[in-house]
């Protein structure tokens, strides 16, 4: 008897499951390193480097300024060298932007160092909801609240550890270790580009010579501009503007809202951004199976708006009474990027649709949420209080509302894209 044919590799999405879960592990525990490690140390590199609070505003605005950038550029790098190869490509960007970062002799090779760093980051964030939608089509919202809560670890480990660190042997020492990590984070994606180039040149031969399509791998469908057209991108977009004005105003500026309003020490601040970000995991583990389960995911959203009112209004009105309380209020608010990550995947069809709905939501979303670090510098720069400063955090966190309502009913992209090709 024949031995069975086996299905080409667009046919099989667990073809390097284990090694694809182990890639996601890993890369999302380096996806906010940089960011979270260095707001906590910031008056040691001041000691070194002068910075001003513009300055420190515009380190502040790099990480969602680059996540945007990759918004727009990784999906049409992985369409042109594959999927694979670009999240392999981040993680050598996550390793050699750390180690500029702490060679850095002056703020112009800090901001690039930083820069480089956390374009690798941003290619991961955006590629990361189409590598579980190609390898795990059926087990989206376990993968997603997995690597989103290891995005929660890698978040508050830094705080945690930065002063500590930077203490026992320098700020340099602090800000470069997180490149260690990314080194073991590009293995499994250099075998993973290796096996499916090799798949899909087995699939080309057998076309070549008339056999079955083995490996043949389907071109992604071009969504391209037609995404403007699109309310559920547009909703999931102005969720991540919202979410991401907060978080990065957040460690770029509560270490020193705590210490002059709340009476911290820098240590206190370092550990209660931590507390900030530890919010992450229950966050993570919880919320993409309820909106998974979840028609109407608009009850979500609103609770999050309710979280971050209730937070920045305790920073404004008690700040000293309960900063820990106020602090994991303002943090569960951005349960928003948990749904949005999750509805990306949720709310489109294919790995490509997935990928070209991330690259779109994520480069508005932190695109404009990098004005939020910003915008926050400036007001209290102008006003010398954290009074407008807080209070701008507020409104920004209105604007999921309009999410809630676009996202009230199911539907996925692809389907509303045509149904409105063919309204006359």
Partial sequence: ?????????????????????????????????????????????????????????????????????????????????????????????MIIGPLVRALAPGYPALLVGTAITLAGMGFGNILLPPAVKRYFPDRIALMTSLYVTLMSVSTALPA???????????????????????????????????????????????????????????????????????????????????SSASVYSAFAWFPDVLVDTAGSTEAEAGALLALYALLGLPIALVIPSLVARMRNVGGLILASVGFFAAGYAGLLLAPALAPWLWIMLAGTGPMTFAITLTLINLRTNTPEASAAVSGFVQAIGYGVGALGPLIFGLIHTQTESWTLPLLFLMATSLLSLVSAVLLAKPRFVEDELAARKRIP
């Fill in 1 to 93: 008897m024949a031995a069975a044919r086996p299905l080409p590799l667009a046919l099989r999405p667990f073809a390097g499951r284990s090694i694809a879960a182990l890639g996601i592990v890993l890369i999302a525990l380096n996806l906010r390193t940089a960011v979270a490690g260095f707001s906590p140390i910031v008056q040691f590199v001041g000691a070194d480097i002068p910075l001003s609070n513009v300055s420190i505003g515009v380190l502040g605005m790099i990480p969602p300024l680059a996540f945007a950038t990759s918004g727009l550029i990784a999906p049409a790098v992985a369409k042109r060298i594959g999927l694979e190869w670009a999240l392999a490509a981040a993680c050598f960007a």
């Fill in 160 to 242: 945690l550890v930065a002063v500590p660190l930077a203490d026992a042997a320098g700020w340099r020492v602090s800000l470069g270790a997180w490149g260690l990590f990314a080194a073991f984070a590009v293995i499994p994606w250099l075998i993973l580009a290796v096996r499916r180039a090799r798949a899909a040149a087995r699939g080309r031969a057998a076309v070549a010579a008339g056999s079955a399509e083995e490996g043949l791998i389907v071109p992604p469908p071009e969504l391209g501009l037609a995404l403007l057209r699109s309310r559920v991108a547009w909703a999931l977009a102005l969720l991540l503007i919202s």
